[in-house]
């Protein structure tokens, strides 16, 4: 079993910046890969980064290469995503969730732990 707790959202002006955190605990965290996802209202839920556990290789959606950096400390057990330049279209419900088997890593049911989400909101 892996818990995951993310925080870190918030109100945001656009051109602003907010870092996410995402607490793990259960099995060993520098032995999976990580996500970062997100969902708007109405929509379907959208990858957005992703990091592995042996070289810490990551991976993006277009929408947010070179705005936002996925890290992971495996010290604290902790994954991070730091947002910078936001923009409305960035507002979402973003979730953090553990994938133990492998994968392409952009799918949603490719993870098998998920967070309970934390609100972005990025105002005009």
């Known amino acids: 079993q892996v818990q995951l707790v993310e925080s870190g959202g918030g109100l945001v002006q656009a051109g602003g910046s907010l870092r996410l955190s995402c607490a793990a605990s259960?099995?060993?965290?520098?032995?999976?890969?990580m996500g970062w996802f997100r969902q708007a209202p109405g929509k379907e839920r959208e990858f957005v980064a992703a990091?592995?556990?042996?070289?810490?290789?990551?991976f993006y959606a277009n929408s947010v290469k070179g705005r936002f950096t996925i890290s992971r400390d495996n010290a604290k057990n902790t994954l991070y995503l730091q947002m910078n330049s936001l923009k409305p279209e960035d507002t979402a419900v973003y979730y953090c969730?553990?994938?133990?088997?492998?994968?392409?890593?952009?799918?949603?049911?490719?993870?098998?732990?998920w967070g309970q989400g934390t609100q972005v909101t990025v105002s005009s």
């Open positions: 969730a553990a994938n133990l088997r492998g994968g392409s890593l952009i799918r949603p049911d490719e993870y098998d732990y």
């Open positions: 990091i592995t556990w042996t070289r810490s290789t990551t």
């Open positions: 259960g099995r060993p965290f520098s032995r999976y890969a």
